[in-house]
């Protein structure tokens, strides 16, 4: 079964900068796709950005866009998220979700979800 456990979340200031990571385990399969969604109480899930494990493809919503960097570490099975020029409105628990193949940032529809890391960005 795959597993996905989120840490580095954490509190910055405005205009900081902060990492977090995926650590994943259980994949049958080198062909998947690790996301990033981040959501707030009462608030729609939203996709930031997602990486694909055989060719590395990235993507990015909008949003965050020439902010964030998605990177992935092969040898430790860990996927980051840097967060660059963070905003008040970046405040998020951050998860990090597993599909097989494809990456999707309109759909929260995959397979496997972490726990959540809490990422709180003062103004």
């Known amino acids: 079964e795959v597993h996905l456990v989120e840490s580095g979340g954490g509190l910055v200031q405005a205009g900081g900068s902060l990492r977090v990571s995926c650590a994943a385990s259980?994949?049958?399969?080198?062909?998947?796709?690790i996301a990033w969604f981040r959501q707030a109480p009462g608030k729609e899930r939203e996709g930031v950005s997602c990486?694909?494990?055989?060719?590395?493809?990235?993507y990015y919503s909008d949003s965050v866009k020439g902010r964030f960097t998605i990177s992935k570490d092969n040898a430790r099975n860990t996927v980051y998220l840097s967060m660059n020029s963070l905003k008040p409105e970046d405040t998020d628990v951050y998860y990090c979700?597993?599909?097989?193949?494809?990456?999707?940032?309109?759909?929260?529809?995959?397979?496997?979800w972490g726990q959540g890391t809490q990422v709180t960005v003062s103004s």
């Open positions: 990486i694909t494990n055989v060719d590395g493809s990235t």
């Open positions: 259980g994949f049958t399969s080198d062909d998947y796709a």
């Open positions: 979700a597993a599909q097989q193949i494809f990456c999707e940032l309109d759909s929260d529809d995959y397979d496997y």
